[in-house]
C-alpha cells in the first residue's frame, strides 16, 4: 500500500446564510484558495471527489453542476453521498492503490438554500420513523436519556462539552458561532428535546471545505508539510435505533479499534496528542470519547470535568470548535481532518480525527494522522 | 437573488413482508407483533427486512401483549411541519415484553423510565405506525383484541415536500437583472481561451480560471439542436407537447436553452432563431417567452 | 497495485412494481445472491459499498444507512457512491480501489433502485437546475432527445439504425431471465411507430423503468483463485467527468467518453479495440446511445456507429457482440444499471452468462453513463490475471 497524506486544505468562512452565493461559488472559492495556498495549478489534481447532498442542494445528482467548480472538467471524478470524511477515505484508496498520485476532495453545503430539518426529517424512514417526527434532535434526545441514566452524566457534564468547544472557536476565524458561555447559559437556553437545550446542538451553517491528498512521490516533488494518513478505518451500525444500545458507539469503537491497529497505536494517552471529534450534540462528544478510547465507558463527563480536552488540558479536543461552532453538512466531518491535519504538520505528533453520520451516531470513520 | 421554490413528489412505499405485516396487524387487529431472527433469536420490535448481525430474513413472527416499559423519554418542544402532534409532547424508546429491542413511539406526558406501559390504538386505523395512537400508563388502556386473519399491507402512500430558496450566485444575479432590467443577455470572457460562456458564469470551467469580463451576446443565434416533447408526467411544469432546443447565440461560445415556438415541420438544426423578450420580466429564464424564427 | 478480481455477482429479477419487496429487501436480494454466486457468506466480507441514485426516487435521505442491514453493513466499513446513471459502475470502480489499495481482501459492491415508488421522470427532472432549465425539461428523454438530433445532424446516422439497436438488444433480452422486457415480436416497424416520448425518440427506443438491484462481490489476488474458477480479472478502470457548461460542447461528441477510453486502453495495452475486445456492455438507455458510445470507444470510426450496427457485427454472432444481456433498453433501475454492465461482462469472461453466454469470451468492456450527458465509466475484465 503506498503511504497517503494530506498536504493541503482550505475551508470557507462558515456562516448562517450566505444569500449571494450559490453553492457553485462557494465550492470554486474554497478550492481556488486550496490551489493558492499549496502554490499548485488544478492540472496537478488526478482525481476530485466530491460530498454533498441532493436533498440540501435541492438538485439531483447535484456534482452534475459542483464538480465542474471543483475542477473536474474531463477529470477523474466521483461522489460520495455522505460526509466529506468518507470522500477522503475514497480520495485515499485511490492513491493508496498507486492509481493515482494526487486527488482533492470537497464536501460542502448550504443548509440554508433548503431545510436542515427537512434533510434530517429524509433520513427517517417513511414507515417507522417519519411519521412520528423522528429526526437528528429527536433520535438524539432519547439516546441522551438512555446515555445519561445509563451512567449518570449530567446535562452540566454535556453543557461542558458546549463551553469548551464554543470558547476554542473564538481563536478559528472561519468558526461561525463562539463565546465565552456558562453552564447556566447552556441550561437556560431555549429546551428543543428534553434534554437537548439550543447550545446543546450544532447550528446550521453554509459552507466548504477542501483537502488534497497525495503520495508519498507527490509530497516529495512539490515539498509539502505533510499529515500522513497512518490509520483509517470506519464502521456502520444498524438504522433503526430503537434496535441499537444507544448507550455505546459499537460502529465508533469498532473504527477506533482498526485505526490504531492500522497505525501500530498502542498507548492512547501517550501517542495521542490532540483530536478533531464530530458531534453534532454535546453530549455525543462525550460518548465518542468513551468509543475513540479516551476514557472508560461513562467516564466521558468526568473527562471533560478534568480539563484534559480543553485547550491546556493534556488530549485538548476540537480546538477548531468542532460541529458546535460551525457545521455545514457533509463538510462538518471533513473539517475535523483538516484542522488535525494543520495542527499536527505544524506541531508534530499523532493526531485522530473522526466524523459521524446518521440518526445517533450510526456510522462513524477515524483517522489517525501523524506528521 | 433568491428562486423560491419546492420539490413536491408523491410516493408509494413498498412495505415488503416483514413491514407490511406489522402495520396490517396494527390495522385488522390492533395487535403488536414482532419478528424473532431464526439464528440469533432476538425478537425484533418492529421488525425489519434482516437482522443485519445474522444477515438473515426475518419472518418467524411473534404475537405480543402490547404491554411493556419505557426505556427513555424526551418532552419535544419544537415544530416540523410534519411533527405528529402540536408541541410540546412525549416520544420514548418502550421496551415492549418479549421484545429484544425497542420501539419508538408517542408516549403520554409525564411518563418516565422504568414506567410500565399498554399500546392505546386508535379507533380508525389506517395501516401506519400511527394506528398506535400513544403509550399510555398500565391503567389507563382497554385492552382490545378483534382477533381476524390478516393480509400484509403492500404499500403506503404518502408525499414529500420540500421548501428551497435558492441563491442565483454571483454570476447569474447580475445575468438576470441585465436580462430583466435591459432585455440584455451577458457573458463572461475567460482570460485564458477566450471563450464566452452564456449564460454568465462565474469560471471557465475548462481554464479553471474566473471568468471577470462581462459581455454582451446577442439574442439571435443558431439553433443547434431541438426537441419536442410529448411525454407527459405528474408534477411537470411545462405542459406537453412543447419544443425546446439548444442555441448557440451570437458571441457566445456555450449553448443557451429555451422554448421554440414554431411548427415543428420547420425546424432546422443550423437554423437562425431571435429571442422574444416578454413585457413582465421577474429576472428568470422567462423573461424571454421563447425564440424564433429570425425575422429576415 | 494490488490485483483485484469479480467473483461473484447477483441480480434480482427486474419488474416495472416489485410490490413483493421493499428497497432495503431489493438489496438483500442482490447482496444475497452475489455472495452466494461467490461461494462466501457476509462473514467472509470486509467492507461494502452502496450505491444508488437520487434518493428521491425512494424518498429517503441516506438510503445506505436505511438498508444497512440489508446491504451486509452491519458493523462494517460502508460508504455510499452516487454519481447518478454512472452510479452501479462508480460503485464497483470504489469497491475495486478498496481491494486494490490493500485496504480489504473482499469487497461486496451492491447498488438498486426502485424507480415504481415515485414518478420517475419527476425524480429526474429535479437533475435539471432550479434556475436554467428545470422549466421545460422533462425527465432522461427530452435531454437524450437533443442528443439524438445533434448526433444526426452532426454524422447523419438515422432513426431506422437507432431502430435496429432497439431490435437488437430487445431481441438479446429473451435470452436473459433477469431482464425486464421480453418482447418476442419485436420489429424495426414496432419501434418506428412506437409512440413519441420526445423526437427523435420513441418509446421503444426508450429504456423501461424497472425495479432492481444488482451486487458483486470483489476480492484481491489470491482469495479470488479460492472464490472462482475463472475470476474476472479487473484490469481498468475510469470514472471520467465532462461538465455541462463548457465552451464549444457538442452532445455528439462525448469527450469524457473518449478521454475514459484512452486511458484502458492505453492501461491494458489494447491498440485495436474493435479486434482484442470480446464483447461489451454498453449503458444505452436510449437506442441512438449505443451507435455513438461504440464511435467514442473508437470500435469504428466517427459517424460510422450506424453502419456498425447494420453490419451485424454488434450481434450475438458478430465480431463484437454489444449488450448480449438486452442491455439498458430491457432493463433500467438506474441505481444498478451500470453495475449490471460490469456484472453481465464479468459473467462473460467467467463463461456464467447462460444463454446469452458468448463463446470464447476472454476480455470484456462494461461502460456506464450518466449526470447531465457528462459522466462516463469504463471498465475491462478479462480472464487474464497479467
Redesign the interface.
Known amino acids: 500500500?503506498q503511504r497517503v497524506a494530506i498536504i493541503g486544505s482550505s475551508q470557507s468562512r462558515h456562516q448562517r446564510r450566505?444569500?449571494?452565493?450559490?453553492v457553485?461559488?462557494i465550492i470554486?472559492e474554497t478550492v481556488?484558495g486550496l490551489l493558492d495556498q499549496v502554490s499548485l495549478d488544478?492540472r496537478d489534481v488526478d482525481a476530485?471527489i466530491g460530498a454533498g447532498?441532493?436533498?440540501l442542494d435541492?438538485?439531483?445528482?447535484s456534482?452534475?453542476?459542483t464538480?465542474?467548480?471543483a475542477?473536474?472538467?474531463?477529470?477523474?471524478?466521483?461522489?460520495?453521498?455522505?460526509d466529506g470524511a468518507?470522500a477522503a477515505?475514497?480520495a485515499?484508496?485511490?492513491i493508496?492503490?498507486?492509481?493515482c498520485e494526487t486527488a482533492l476532495v470537497y464536501a460542502y453545503s448550504?443548509g440554508?438554500?433548503?431545510?436542515p430539518?427537512?434533510?434530517s426529517?429524509?433520513?427517517a424512514?417513511?414507515?417507522?420513523?417519519?411519521?412520528?417526527?423522528?429526526?437528528a434532535?429527536?433520535a438524539a434526545?432519547?439516546?441522551?436519556?438512555?446515555y445519561f441514566?445509563r451512567y449518570n452524566v449530567t446535562e452540566e457534564q454535556a453543557a461542558l462539552v458546549a463551553i469548551k468547544n464554543r470558547k476554542h472557536a473564538l481563536s478559528n476565524p472561519f468558526a461561525q458561532i463562539s463565546g465565552e458561555l456558562t453552564v447556566e447559559d447552556v441550561m437556560r437556553s431555549?429546551?428543543?428535546?428534553?434534554?437537548?437545550k439550543r447550545i446543546d446542538a450544532s447550528p446550521v451553517s453554509d459552507g466548504c471545505c477542501a483537502l488534497l491528498l497525495a503520495s508519498e512521490d507527490a509530497v516529495k516533488r512539490f515539498q509539502m508539510k505533510p499529515a500522513w494518513i497512518r490509520g483509517?478505518?470506519?464502521?456502520?451500525?444498524?438504522?433503526?435505533?430503537?434496535?441499537r444500545d444507544?448507550t455505546e458507539i459499537?460502529?465508533a469503537h469498532?473504527?477506533a479499534e482498526r485505526a490504531y491497529k492500522m497505525a501500530n497505536i498502542h498507548d492512547i494517552e501517550r501517542e495521542i496528542a490532540y483530536a478533531e471529534i464530530h458531534e453534532p450534540f454535546s453530549f455525543q462528544e462525550l460518548m465518542i470519547y468513551e468509543a475513540l478510547g479516551f476514557c472508560e465507558k461513562g467516564q466521558g463527563g468526568h473527562l471533560v470535568e478534568s480539563g484534559a480536552t480543553r485547550e491546556d488540558g493534556r488530549l485538548p479536543v476540537n480546538l477548531s470548535g468542532g460541529a458546535l461552532s460551525a457545521n455545514p453538512i457533509f463538510a462538518t466531518g471533513l473539517i475535523r481532518l483538516a484542522e488535525a491535519a494543520n495542527r499536527i504538520s505544524q506541531r508534530g505528533g499523532n493526531a485522530v480525527a473522526h466524523a459521524t453520520?446518521?440518526?445517533c451516531l450510526?456510522?462513524n470513520i477515524v483517522y489517525v494522522l501523524s506528521a | 437573488m433568491i428562486l423560491h421554490g419546492d420539490i413536491t413528489i408523491p410516493y408509494k412505499w413498498t412495505t415488503g413482508p416483514a413491514i407490511g405485516r406489522f402495520l396490517a396487524e396494527l390495522r385488522d387487529n390492533a395487535r403488536i407483533v414482532g419478528a424473532r431472527c431464526a439464528e440469533c433469536n432476538k425478537v425484533f420490535v418492529p421488525p425489519t427486512d434482516v437482522c443485519g448481525q445474522c444477515f438473515k430474513p426475518l419472518d418467524a413472527w411473534v404475537e405480543l401483549t402490547g404491554e411493556g416499559e419505557i426505556i427513555a423519554a424526551s418532552a419535544v418542544h419544537y415544530q416540523l411541519p410534519w411533527s405528529p402532534l402540536p408541541p410540546p409532547y412525549t416520544l420514548a424508546l418502550v421496551r415492549l415484553d418479549g421484545a429484544d429491542t425497542e420501539l419508538i413511539h408517542l408516549a403520554q406526558e409525564g411518563l418516565k423510565t422504568g414506567d410500565r406501559v399498554r399500546a392505546k390504538f386508535k379507533e380508525e386505523r389506517s395501516g401506519t405506525i400511527l394506528d398506535i395512537d400513544k403509550f399510555v400508563p398500565l391503567a389507563d388502556a382497554t385492552v382490545e383484541r378483534e382477533a381476524t386473519t390478516t393480509q400484509p399491507l403492500k404499500e403506503v402512500r404518502g408525499q414529500v415536500s420540500l421548501p428551497y430558496r435558492w441563491s442565483y450566485g454571483k454570476a447569474l444575479s447580475r445575468f438576470f437583472q441585465e436580462s430583466r432590467d435591459n432585455k440584455r443577455l451577458m457573458g463572461t470572457r475567460c482570460p485564458r481561451c477566450l471563450s464566452v460562456t452564456v449564460p454568465a458564469a462565474r469560471i471557465c470551467t475548462r481554464c479553471f480560471v474566473e471568468a471577470t469580463e462581462w459581455v454582451e451576446v446577442s439574442d439571435h443565434g443558431v439553433l443547434e439542436t431541438f426537441t419536442t416533447v410529448h411525454l407527459p408526467f405528474p408534477g411537470q411544469p411545462t405542459e406537453p407537447p412543447y419544443t425546446y432546443g439548444l442555441i448557440l447565440l451570437d458571441g457566445a461560445s456555450t449553448y443557451f436553452s429555451h422554448l421554440i415556438e414554431e411548427p415543428v415541420e420547420s425546424l432546422r438544426c443550423g437554423m437562425r432563431v431571435q429571442a422574444v423578450w416578454s413585457d413582465e420580466r421577474k429576472g428568470d429564464l422567462f423573461d424571454i417567452l421563447h425564440f424564433k424564427k429570425e425575422e429576415s | 497495485m494490488r490485483r483485484a478480481a469479480i467473483v461473484g455477482t447477483g441480480q434480482t429479477k427486474c419488474k416495472e412494481r416489485r410490490d413483493d419487496v421493499s428497497f432495503p429487501g431489493l438489496i438483500y436480494e442482490a447482496a444475497t445472491r452475489a455472495l452466494e454466486d461467490a461461494g462466501i457468506t457476509i462473514d467472509d466480507v470486509d467492507a461494502v459499498v452502496f450505491g444508488s441514485a437520487p434518493e428521491l426516487f425512494e424518498g429517503v435521505n441516506h438510503p445506505e444507512q436505511w438498508c444497512a442491514d440489508a446491504s451486509g453493513a452491519f458493523l462494517k466499513p460502508q460508504i455510499r457512491i452516487h454519481t447518478g446513471g454512472t452510479v452501479g459502475a462508480s460503485t464497483g470502480i470504489a469497491a475495486f480501489y478498496y481491494v486494490a489499495a490493500g485496504m480489504f481482501d473482499t469487497v461486496l459492491a451492491v447498488t438498486g433502485d426502485k424507480l415504481s415508488e415515485s414518478p420517475v421522470q419527476l425524480g429526474l427532472s429535479t437533475v435539471y437546475d432550479p434556475i436554467l432549465g428545470r422549466q421545460f425539461a422533462c425527465g432522461a428523454p427530452s435531454a437524450v432527445a437533443l442528443q439524438a438530433r445533434q448526433y444526426m445532424h452532426k454524422y447523419g446516422v438515422t432513426e431506422h439504425q437507432a431502430a435496429l439497436v432497439a431490435v437488437k438488444n430487445r431481441k438479446n433480452a429473451l435470452l436473459n431471465p433477469y431482464a425486464q422486457l421480453h418482447i418476442p415480436n419485436i420489429s424495426v416497424e414496432m419501434v418506428m411507430n412506437s409512440m413519441v416520448l420526445s423526437t427523435p425518440i420513441k418509446l421503444l427506443d426508450s429504456c423501461p423503468a424497472s425495479d432492481g438491484a444488482c451486487a458483486m462481490v470483489i476480492a484481491s489476488e489470491g482469495l479470488a483463485e479460492q472464490y472462482a474458477d475463472r475470476p474476472a480479472w479487473i484490469k481498468a478502470v475510469a470514472t471520467f467527468n465532462e461538465g455541462v457548461y463548457y465552451a464549444g460542447r457538442n452532445f455528439a461528441d462525448p469527450l469524457a467518453l473518449m478521454e475514459a477510453a484512452k486511458k484502458v486502453y492505453k492501461t491494458t495495452g489494447i491498440t485495436d479495440p474493435r479486434r482484442e475486445i470480446d464483447v461489451a456492455e454498453l449503458y444505452e438507455a436510449f437506442s441512438f446511445q449505443e451507435m455513438l458510445w461504440t464511435e467514442a470507444m473508437f470500435f469504428c470510426e466517427r459517424g460510422e456507429g450506424g453502419k456498425l450496427v447494420e453490419s451485424g457485427a454488434t450481434e450475438m454472432t458478430g465480431d463484437l457482440p454489444v449488450n448480449p444481456s438486452g442491455g439498458v433498453l430491457s432493463t433500467n433501475t438506474i441505481g444498478a444499471t451500470a453495475m449490471m454492465r460490469q456484472a453481465e461482462a464479468a459473467m462473460q469472461v467467467m463463461g456464467r452468462a447462460g444463454q446469452h453466454q458468448i463463446d470464447g469470451a476472454r476480455t470484456a468492456i462494461a461502460h456506464g453513463w450518466g449526470g447531465g450527458i457528462q459522466f462516463h465509466t469504463l471498465m475491462i475484465v478479462s480472464t487474464d490475471k497479467n
Open positions: 500500500m450566505n444569500a449571494d452565493q450559490n457553485e461559488d470554486y481556488r488544478i476530485v447532498d441532493d436533498v435541492g438538485r439531483s445528482i456534482n452534475v453542476f464538480a465542474e467548480y475542477g473536474a472538467f474531463l477529470k477523474e471524478e466521483s461522489k460520495v453521498e455522505d468518507y477515505s475514497y485515499f484508496m485511490r493508496a492503490s498507486g492509481a448550504k440554508s438554500d433548503s431545510s430539518q427537512h434533510y426529517g429524509m433520513i424512514d417513511p414507515l417507522y420513523l417519519r411519521p412520528l417526527g423522528v429526526e434532535i429527536t434526545a432519547l439516546q441522551a436519556q438512555c441514566s431555549p429546551l428543543l428535546a428534553s434534554p437537548i483509517l478505518s470506519f464502521s456502520t451500525d444498524t438504522f433503526y435505533p430503537g434496535h444507544l459499537r460502529s469498532k473504527a453520520s446518521g440518526f450510526q456510522s
